[in-house]
């Protein structure tokens, strides 16, 4: 059963930066994909970032700003995000799927984490 204990959210102001952690466990990451979904109040679950061993890619309301990397040794997926706007406020969640590529749909994913809350203010 894999595991996923996402962390790192918080309060911050608007231009500020947080980073989120996503330790893995259950299975090692290696070969397959692992990515950051967001939920707003009201809104769909929606993409953020993925990361598998060739790369990452990032959805383009975030591009330029979020960069997804990971640290194999340890397991654990981060996502960086700078220059926080009021609209990334959301629950941000991070999943892992089976597959080598990084689908861009929550159905693809097949385990969740419990997600941590981010909030940025204005």
């Given at each position: 059963?894999?595991?996923?204990?996402?962390?790192?959210?918080?309060?911050?102001?608007?231009?500020?930066?947080?980073?989120?952690?996503?330790?893995?466990?259950?299975?090692?990451?290696?070969n397959y994909a692992?990515?950051?979904?967001?939920?707003?109040?009201?809104?769909?679950?929606?993409?953020?970032?993925?990361?598998?061993?060739?790369?990452?890619?990032?959805?383009?309301?975030?591009k330029g700003r979020?960069?997804?990397?990971?640290?194999?040794?340890?397991?654990?997926?981060?996502?960086?995000?700078?220059?926080?706007?009021?609209?990334?406020?959301?629950?941000?969640?991070?999943?892992?799927?089976?597959?080598?590529?990084?689908?861009?749909?929550?159905?693809?994913?097949?385990?969740?984490?419990?997600?941590?809350?981010?909030?940025?203010?204005?």
């Open positions: 059963q894999v595991q996923l204990a996402e962390s790192g959210g918080g309060l911050v102001q608007a231009g500020g930066s947080l980073r989120l952690s996503c330790a893995v466990s259950g299975q090692s990451f290696s692992v990515g950051w979904f967001r939920r707003s109040p009201g809104k769909e679950r929606e993409f953020v970032a993925a990361i598998n061993r060739s790369g990452g890619t990032t959805s383009d309301s975030v979020f960069t997804i990397s990971r640290d194999n040794a340890e397991n654990t997926i981060y996502l960086q995000m700078n220059s926080l706007k009021p609209e990334d406020t959301a629950v941000y969640y991070c999943a892992f799927t089976r597959t080598k590529y990084m689908p861009r749909v929550p159905g693809a994913y097949e385990f969740w984490g419990q997600g941590t809350q981010v909030t940025v203010s204005s």
